[in-house]
């Protein structure tokens, strides 16, 4: 597919090669780009710019002197940024391995025929609604160690709950629990769509051949629903990478440092007015992402096309 | 015909919705142009304050009183949140232009940081400026210029105990971190929690380092200049690092409250008060909220300073008051107004409008303010400090601008168990490092 989308306007350029060319491929006067390229410009080419400079600068939002790269060696001589980093990665990787599987099981159930599925499908995908700074908050009181629901209702059947977001064991990986409470209806729904487009015949054809159901679900299913796998973890691998509202809702990084992210470091040091370095902490932030999921992307979707 | 009316219909709520947004804009620059004109003398100051209750209490009951001795001018009180959030609006607004006609602020490094040679209005030719504490002067003066009115008393960062469980277990107020630390066991064995700490809110985490500075300066009289110079740190300094390893010390010893990961300072106070908790190394301004809440606390929590090595040198660390300024962005008559309310705030009138107000958490900043004679007994165990010669000084962000943005963070992991003491001192000495290179200071 993506070859051939490459080819064919190479081919109609060849054919209406001439000295106007560039005013026959494009029907539009330049006057037409200038409101979108205007507002491109101010509202997204120019602060990306500028944050590269001022990413060099120490710059305490009333002055700004140019320091080189200190923003960026002190940035990686920050002591939470290696947590930050660690942790930014196992929220990421455990918030999208969760979403794949839940997602996918989910799904499976929901395209079945069950009662009220229609209701069941809105169910799931209701907390993708919520806010989630509320639901950040929520959950922080329903996981009072002492208070909370989740613990008292534990403790009835005598297990002594942690404290879920203050204990450094727990922290990152509670806030992981909730967020894929609030992102897996994204996931279901994506696949849901993905497996209901899987045309009926090659599951018919698999019941006359005698698949089993676990044969029909990992041969036909899980292949063809590969387009959907990959958006879901794409969209949650970067969804997971630059997490912050609702870490920040619930522990803000805590205890300590514990449950610290990348963004959340970068927030803290802006919080700090340390202008500066939190843009360059952005900086560096925006190449990370880029390394990550560039690559990966194109890895997913390569695959995508052999099959 | 059906659906002709139903798009009549349509349009008549369409043409309604939008006869309503035209009205309500209308409306709004309306009273706005009300408030700005309504004869010459009649100014409305916007005055931003940080949202914790008795703050804005007393805001508001500074405005009223200013406001019946000066008709025409009307106080309106507007919040922010506190900590470190705050820090942030009352930057961004400053640097844009969009401060409110007063506003409220930290004295001391804080203040340092939000550039008043160039965002606020110096007042120090106003006769008030002469009137005001030396202590608290010094922290509101960058560059010789004198900038803030003083908002509330000195507070002190001591430790807050319960009188009677003292009296019930025959103890003694510690004047060194040994007798205290031999009062805890005892606690503890009556099967009360010794020490109270609440990281649900973590800058209450900070008591026991900043608390403790009157004990380092004892130990180290050049500390504060030094640590300013990048020539004394916390990791280094045995005398500084006591606080540090003082902290982990009570968490090693189990003597926090059994829910000190996630309670809030309500609970804190609210232990303390009850006597489920015996000491709370705390700021002495939530006696205001303590007393509010449990009118007994007034009587039963007492207050003495955080103990150290040397009985003899033992002495309570104070904070400076709050100061209100005037940012640049304020001029004309709006100036004028916030010069007089600058001028109430500091006068013996302020003092007592936020006396009334609520609870007084220490001595005043103006030299004619006196206390009122019913003080809960926090306040009143601070004057023998205050009154002797050498038993108080102020706290390390008075005198040095340097303060790292992260300690709450690093003395929440000591006292949790998280980091050991002199790893988080040596932690919170690369934090400060880098507040000083954003301050441009030398030696950094």
Same mark, same amino acid.
């Given at each position: 597919?993506?070859?051939?989308?490459?080819?064919?306007?190479?081919?109609?350029?060849?054919?209406?090669?001439?000295?106007?060319?560039?005013?026959?491929?494009?029907?539009?006067?330049?006057?037409?780009?200038?409101?979108? %390229?205007?507002?491109?410009?101010?509202?997204?080419?120019?602060?990306?710019?500028?944050?590269?400079?001022?990413?060099?600068?120490?710059?305490?939002?009333? #002055?700004?002197?140019?320091? =080189?790269?200190? /923003?960026?060696?002190?940035?990686?001589? #920050?002591?939470?940024?290696?947590?930050?980093?660690?942790?930014?990665?196992?929220?990421?990787?455990?918030?999208?391995?969760?979403?794949?599987?839940?997602?996918?099981?989910?799904?499976?159930?929901?395209?079945?025929?069950?009662?009220?599925?229609?209701?069941?499908?809105?169910?799931?995908?209701?907390?993708?609604?919520?806010?989630?700074?509320?639901?950040g908050l929520?959950?922080t009181v329903?996981m009072n160690p002492e208070r909370g629901?989740?613990?008292?209702?534990?403790?009835?059947?005598?297990?002594?709950?942690?404290g879920?977001l203050t204990?450094?064991?727990?922290a990152?990986?509670?806030?992981?629990?909730?967020?894929?409470?609030?992102?897996?209806?994204?996931?279901?729904?994506?696949?849901?769509?993905?497996?209901?487009?899987?045309?009926?015949?090659?599951?018919? %054809? @698999?019941?006359?051949?005698?698949?089993?159901?676990?044969?029909?679900?990992?041969?036909?299913?899980?292949?063809?629903?590969?387009?959907?796998?990959?958006?879901?973890?794409?969209?949650?691998?970067?969804?997971?990478?630059?997490?912050?509202?609702?870490?920040w809702a619930m522990t803000r990084g805590g205890p300590g440092f514990t449950s610290?992210?990348?963004?959340s470091?970068?927030?803290k040091?802006?919080q700090? =007015?340390?202008?500066?370095?939190?843009?360059?902490?952005?900086?560096?932030?925006?190449?990370?992402?880029?390394?990550?999921?560039?690559?990966?992307?194109?890895?997913?979707?390569? !695959? *995508?096309?052999?099959? | 015909? /059906?659906?002709?009316?139903?798009?009549?219909?349509?349009?008549?709520?369409?043409?309604?919705?939008?006869?309503?947004?035209?009205?309500?804009?209308? $409306?709004?620059?309306?009273?706005?142009?009300?408030?700005?004109?309504?004869?010459?003398?009649?100014?409305?100051?916007?005055?931003?304050?940080d949202n914790a209750d008795q703050t804005l209490?007393?805001?508001?009951?500074?405005? !009223?009183?200013?406001?019946?001795?000066?008709?025409?001018?009307?106080? +309106?009180?507007?919040t922010r949140p506190a900590g470190s959030e705050g820090d942030n609006?009352?930057?961004?607004?400053?640097?844009?232009?969009?401060?409110?006609?007063?506003?409220?602020?930290n004295?001391?490094?804080?203040?340092?940081?939000?550039?008043?040679?160039?965002?606020?209005?110096?007042?120090?030719?106003?006769?008030?400026?002469?009137?005001?504490?030396?202590?608290?002067?010094?922290?509101?003066? %960058?560059?010789?210029?004198?900038?803030?009115?003083?908002?509330?008393?000195?507070m002190?960062g001591?430790i807050l105990?319960?009188?009677?469980?003292?009296?019930?277990?025959?103890?003694?107020?510690?004047?060194?971190?040994?007798?205290?630390?031999?009062?805890?066991?005892?606690?503890?064995?009556?099967?009360?929690a010794?020490v109270i700490q609440t990281y649900g809110e973590t800058w209450t985490s900070q008591l026991f380092v900043l608390g403790?500075?009157?004990?380092?300066?004892?130990?180290?009289?050049?500390?504060?200049?030094?640590?300013?110079?990048?020539?004394?740190?916390? =990791?280094?300094?045995?005398?500084?690092?006591?606080?540090? *390893?003082?902290l982990?010390?009570v968490h090693?010893?189990?003597?926090e409250n059994k829910d000190f990961a996630s309670a809030k300072m309500p609970d804190g106070l609210k232990l303390l008060a009850?006597? +489920?908790g %015996?000491h709370y190394p705390i700021l002495s301004a939530v006696v205001s909220e303590l007393?509010a809440t449990?009118?007994?606390? @007034?009587?039963?929590?007492?207050?003495?300073?955080?103990?150290?090595?040397?009985?003899?040198? /033992?002495?309570?660390?104070?904070w400076?008051?709050?100061?209100?300024?005037?940012?640049?962005?304020?001029? =004309?008559?709006?100036?004028?107004?916030?010069?007089?309310?600058?001028?109430?705030?500091?006068?013996?009138?302020? $003092?007592?409008?936020?006396?009334?107000?609520?609870?007084?958490t220490?001595?005043?900043?103006?030299?004619? $303010?006196?206390?009122?004679?019913?003080?809960?007994?926090?306040? !009143?165990?601070?004057?023998?400090?205050?009154?002797?010669?050498?038993?108080?000084?102020?706290?390390?962000?008075?005198?040095?601008?340097?303060?790292?943005p992260s300690l709450e963070q690093i003395t929440v992991e000591v006292g949790s168990?998280i980091?050991?003491?002199?790893?988080?001192?040596?932690?919170?000495? #690369?934090?400060?490092?880098?507040?000083?290179?954003?301050?441009?200071?030398?030696?950094?």
């Amino acid at each position: 597919m993506a070859t051939t989308s490459i080819h064919t306007p190479a081919k109609t350029r060849t054919t209406v090669a001439g000295p106007d060319r560039g005013r026959l491929r494009s029907p539009y006067s330049t006057w037409f780009y200038l409101p979108a %390229a205007i507002v491109y410009g101010v509202l997204f080419a120019i602060p990306t710019f500028a944050s590269f400079y001022f990413s060099l600068t120490r710059w305490s939002i009333f #002055e700004s002197k140019f320091i =080189g790269f200190g /923003n960026f060696v002190t940035f990686f001589q #920050e002591p939470a940024l290696v947590k930050g980093f660690t942790n930014t990665l196992i929220y990421a990787v455990v918030t999208s391995g969760t979403k794949v599987v839940l997602g996918l099981l989910l799904a499976v159930l929901l395209t079945s025929q069950i009662v009220a599925r229609g209701y069941l499908r809105s169910v799931v995908f209701f907390p993708v609604l919520v806010s989630t700074i509320g639901v950040g908050l929520t959950f922080t009181v329903l996981m009072n160690p002492e208070r909370g629901l989740i613990n008292s209702a534990l403790s009835v059947i005598g297990i002594d709950g942690p404290g879920w977001l203050t204990d450094p064991k727990y922290a990152l990986l509670s806030v992981a629990a909730v967020d894929v409470w609030k992102g897996v209806g994204l996931a279901t729904l994506i696949y849901i769509a993905g497996i209901v487009s899987i045309p009926g015949e090659y599951l018919e %054809a @698999a019941k006359v051949d005698g698949a089993s159901a676990w044969q029909s679900f990992r041969r036909i299913i899980l292949p063809l629903a590969r387009p959907a796998t990959v958006t879901v973890i794409i969209l949650s691998l970067i969804g997971g990478l630059r997490s912050f509202d609702l870490i920040w809702a619930m522990t803000r990084g805590g205890p300590g440092f514990t449950s610290d992210v990348i963004a959340s470091v970068i927030y803290k040091q802006y919080q700090a =007015g340390f202008y500066g370095l939190s843009t360059a902490g952005n900086v560096v932030l925006f190449v990370v992402v880029t390394a990550i999921v560039l690559p990966l992307s194109r890895f997913l979707n390569r !695959k *995508e096309v052999e099959l | 015909m /059906n659906t002709s009316r139903m798009i009549r219909s349509r349009t008549t709520a369409l043409a309604t919705l939008a006869i309503t947004a035209l009205a309500l804009t209308a $409306c709004s620059a309306g009273s706005l142009g009300s408030s700005e004109e309504g004869g010459s003398d009649a100014v409305t100051l916007n005055f931003l304050v940080d949202n914790a209750d008795q703050t804005l209490k007393t805001a508001e009951q500074l405005g !009223k009183d200013f406001t019946a001795k000066n008709p025409g001018i009307t106080i +309106k009180v507007e919040t922010r949140p506190a900590g470190s959030e705050g820090d942030n609006i009352i930057k961004t607004r400053l640097s844009t232009g969009d401060m409110t006609d007063v506003f409220l602020y930290n004295t001391g490094s804080l203040f340092q940081a939000i550039a008043p040679k160039k965002n606020l209005v110096p007042v120090g030719d106003q006769p008030f400026a002469g009137a005001l504490a030396d202590n608290f002067k010094s922290t509101v003066t %960058a560059d010789g210029q004198v900038y803030g009115a003083p908002y509330g008393g000195f507070m002190g960062g001591a430790i807050l105990y319960n009188k009677p469980l003292y009296a019930k277990l025959g103890l003694q107020v510690p004047k060194t971190w040994a007798e205290f630390m031999a009062n805890n066991a005892k606690i503890k064995a009556a099967g009360v929690a010794p020490v109270i700490q609440t990281y649900g809110e973590t800058w209450t985490s900070q008591l026991f380092v900043l608390g403790d500075f009157h004990n380092v300066s004892a130990a180290e009289p050049d500390f504060a200049d030094k640590y300013t110079q990048n020539q004394a740190k916390y =990791g280094t300094s045995p005398a500084a690092r006591k606080g540090f *390893e003082h902290l982990q010390q009570v968490h090693d010893l189990g003597y926090e409250n059994k829910d000190f990961a996630s309670a809030k300072m309500p609970d804190g106070l609210k232990l303390l008060a009850q006597g +489920k908790g %015996a000491h709370y190394p705390i700021l002495s301004a939530v006696v205001s909220e303590l007393v509010a809440t449990y009118p007994a606390a @007034a009587k039963d929590v007492g207050l003495f300073a955080i103990p150290g090595d040397d009985a003899a040198k /033992n002495g309570l660390t104070v904070w400076s008051p709050g100061g209100v300024y005037i940012p640049t962005s304020t001029t =004309g008559a709006k100036l004028d107004a916030a010069k007089k309310f600058l001028a109430f705030v500091a006068s013996k009138e302020g $003092c007592d409008s936020q006396a009334k107000a609520g609870a007084v958490t220490g001595p005043f900043a103006v030299k004619d $303010c006196k206390l009122p004679t019913e003080v809960p007994q926090v306040v !009143k165990d601070m004057q023998p400090y205050i009154d002797t010669e050498g038993a108080s000084s102020l706290a390390l962000e008075f005198l040095s601008p340097v303060k790292g943005p992260s300690l709450e963070q690093i003395t929440v992991e000591v006292g949790s168990g998280i980091r050991k003491a002199a790893a988080g001192a040596s932690l919170y000495d #690369e934090d400060v490092k880098k507040q000083a290179q954003q301050l441009g200071l030398a030696g950094w």
